[in-house]
């Protein structure tokens, strides 16, 4: 039998980066401020989920984690064990957590099967409980043709179609569709629902910090490429434009990310030491107040940042991957063309004048709400609308729901 409270699990397969924690992170920790007796319990691979600080009633359950070779394969990250043997242990965690756990609604985020398939076990077990079951996809996913392939070879389609009740896109409906030009059938079209861009917030108390100030009181651009382990090229470009010093820059602070090589952080660092205007910092897991007091910033365009500059209304210059995915490139000619940002294309690295005049530009540049869109930022009130409809729906009794105000 259940537990009288409710209880939302989240899994987040975190082969690399921070992305699918952060946002996962942001929606529980959402969740249950809005809820005062709600639980959430995150299921993640992440090997650097115990840095961060978790809100009252949010846990996490750390499954083995894996990373991904540049041949596309997995391995362990820690484990001696092979693929399969840990993809079976991280299966069979999963699946008896939401067993033990019994949650209201279960989120998936990103991969609708899990990492090489380890979620469908748990999707079936709990698709005849009265768990409501839900995949969450970032506003992007990648080049439609690339994105039809891969989930062609993963029979994905399947799952939609039978296992999920709702799907949740994480951007707002009329700019973004990361579903676009898959043909999907009008039963899985209809479990769609937007929500718009989850805000971005300062921690709790960090309002009343001091403002982190690595130039004294001095403005600064925040230099920030995510996890950093595909940041390099960002990284050393920005730092070419200061070694260069063809234009005056506002000073620059660098925050390189846990996942960045161990030998480009040296290196980075070592050059930094010969700049008066570079300060680095390796890794923070509470970014927010250096965003919120930065003049101006330049990211990568992962989903993470794009919300962050939403939320705290930076001008920002978007410096794109395009490999092993496009997600961010679609992304950031999308938010360039709505006039949010500005774009400086990778493949023009690693030339310095145009990123010294990219960078000189920047801080006079218009904030995103210039551009004048509204409804941007939605995502956590929705999903915490939707989350009240469904708890609702499942725990009260027919006859009591219209007495439910949430």
């Not at 992962?302 to 992304?331: H, W």
Request: net charge negative; aromatic share 8%.
């Amino acid at each position: 039998m259940r537990s009288n409270s409710p209880k939302i699990l989240i899994y987040s397969h975190d082969s690399f980066g921070l992305g699918h924690l952060r946002r996962c992170r942001a929606i529980a920790h959402s969740l249950v401020g809005t809820f005062d007796t709600l639980s959430v319990l995150i299921l993640s691979g992440s090997p650097i989920i115990g840095s961060f600080e978790f809100r009252s009633r949010v846990d996490f359950v750390r499954i083995p984690g894996v990373i991904k070779l540049r041949d596309g394969e997995y391995t362990p990250l820690s484990l001696h064990l092979n693929i399969e043997h840990t993809l079976e242990i991280r299966s069979s965690i999963i699946e008896h957590t939401a067993k033990v756990f019994e949650p209201d609604v279960f989120i998936v985020d990103k991969e609708p099967l899990g990492l090489r398939g380890e979620v469908l076990g748990t999707l079936e077990a709990l698709k005849d409980t009265d768990t409501r079951l839900v995949l969450g996809l970032r506003d992007v996913m990648d080049d439609p043709d690339m994105l039809r392939q891969e989930w062609e070879r993963k029979n994905v389609l399947p799952a939609l179609d039978r296992l999920y009740d709702e799907i949740w896109v994480y951007g707002p409906a009329g700019i973004c569709d990361p579903l676009e030009g898959l043909d999907l059938p009008a039963s899985v079209m209809e479990k769609l629902k937007y929500t718009g861009y989850l805000r971005r917030r300062l921690p709790q108390g960090a309002d009343a910090q001091a403002k982190p100030a690595p130039f004294g009181d001095e403005p600064y651009i925040l230099v920030t490429p995510g996890g950093g382990g595909d940041g390099v090229e960002m990284v050393d470009w920005v730092m070419r434009a200061y070694e260069a010093r063809t234009r005056p820059l506002f000073p620059a602070l660098i925050i390189l990310g846990p996942f960045m090589p161990a030998a480009s952080v040296a290196h980075f660092t070592e050059r930094a030491e010969h700049l008066r205007d570079v300060e680095i910092i390796r890794f923070t897991p509470q970014i927010e107040p250096f965003l919120a007091h930065a003049t101006a910033i330049v990211g990568m365009g992962g989903y993470n940042t794009f919300c962050e500059i939403l939320s705290f209304d930076k001008p920002t210059l978007m410096v794109p991957r395009i490999v092993p995915r496009r997600e961010q490139a679609i992304r950031a000619d999308m938010a360039e063309k709505s006039g949010l940002l500005r774009v400086l294309p990778i493949d023009q690295y690693p030339d310095p004048h145009l990123m010294t005049e990219a960078l000189a530009d920047l801080p006079e540049s218009p904030h995103p709400s210039a551009a004048g869109i509204e409804n941007l930022l939605t995502g956590l009130d929705l999903i915490g609308r939707r989350v009240g409809e469904i708890l609702a729906e499942t725990r009260i009794s027919p006859d009591h729901r219209h007495l439910v105000n949430f």
